[in-house]
């Protein structure tokens, strides 16, 4: 505590700390909140060049799908809706096309002209390439706030990487990832009620994960299923009760620092204890810091 923070009056300082604690906007404000556009475009920069990394490493088995027979394919219903082609050779170029689009996307993250063109290209190819990947009765959850931000990202047009501006383009874009981000914690949760009912959480859900998927770190967990059961209660009541707090733009910037670190830090122990991870999801996360810090110049004078 400085000497000037000392010499004030506690009442003064305990109205300091509650302020802290409030929001920073009204509510129906939230989704328009000014946010610096430095922050979209290292944000952009970071999504885009993600893209290669998922297509190429985390993903590469979807271009398996161009040899799996036809009739194996039971598409999602956006691929019912619209007249999507059924997988074959035409995918391995899908994943070259995807690629180069990211690139080039990455390299145009600041030029008005070719940002929404290059963007909303990925993000179509991109939901493209997850509706061959997930249409095999297998559908990943981590996937959705990432392509929440392709599809939002574009919508703000020209955003420098020194850009010192704050728009409410920005500020809405950011607030839509925002709710993806959450509604991926809460809806997961009510999945988790809704079709292993409270079995999921009372049984041994956790232990059987650990079977499956030990690690040197999770393995002895199995020797302790009291540690195991209380983490299923405790994963629901963070999915339930602490996710919608990254929804709250805090005055005191540690406050979201912190909520974004433990989440990411959820993930991180995740996948030490059962080799899962949610690097889509990941970053997305990003988003709710002001990634326009890591560009010294874009920040407030």
């Keep these: 505590m400085t000497a000037e923070a000392a010499a004030e009056p506690a009442p003064v300082r305990q109205r300091a700390a509650a302020s802290a604690l409030r929001p920073r906007v009204q509510p129906g404000r939230w989704l328009f909140s000014p946010v610096p556009l430095a922050r979209i475009a290292v944000l952009r920069v970071v999504v885009y060049l993600f893209v290669p990394v998922d297509v190429l490493l985390t993903t590469t088995w979807v271009r398996a799908h161009a040899q799996v027979p036809g009739e194996l394919y039971a598409p999602l219903r956006l691929g019912r ?64 706030a990432f392509l929440v931000a392709l599809f939002v990202l574009p919508s703000v047009g020209c955003a420098a990487l020194r850009s010192r501006e ?22 997961a ?10 079995g999921w959480v009372d049984g041994s859900t956790l232990t059987w994960a650990v079977l499956r998927r030990n690690t040197p770190l999770s393995e ?16 629901v009541l963070m999915e339930l009760a602490i996710a ?7 005055r005191e910037p540690r406050i979201t620092w912190g909520l974004a670190g433990f989440f990411l ?37």
């Design 220 to 235: 002895p967990l199995l020797d302790m299923p009291a540690v195991l059961h209380a983490a299923q209660y405790a994963l």
């Design 244 to 250: 919608p707090l990254l929804l709250v733009r805090w």
């Design 81 to 144: 809706v619209l007249p999507l082609p059924t997988p074959g050779p035409w995918v391995e170029a899908l994943q070259v096309v995807l690629v180069a689009a990211a690139l080039v996307a990455a390299l145009a993250a600041a030029r008005s002209r070719l940002t929404r063109v290059t963007g909303w290209l990925v993000a179509v190819l991109y939901l493209e390439w997850m509706v061959v990947a997930m249409s095999y009765g297998k559908v990943d959850h981590d996937r959705f």
């Design 166 to 187: 704050r728009t409410e383009a920005a500020g809405w874009a950011l607030s839509m990832i925002a709710l993806a981000v959450v509604a991926t914690y809460t809806l």
């Design 189 to 198: 949760a009510v999945a988790k009620i809704r079709y292993g009912g409270w």
């Design 265 to 301: 830090g959820f993930h991180l122990m995740t996948f030490s204890m059962v080799t899962i991870i949610f690097l889509p999801h990941c970053i997305a996360l990003l988003s709710l810091l002001p990634l326009e810090k890591l560009v010294p110049s874009a920040a407030p004078p």
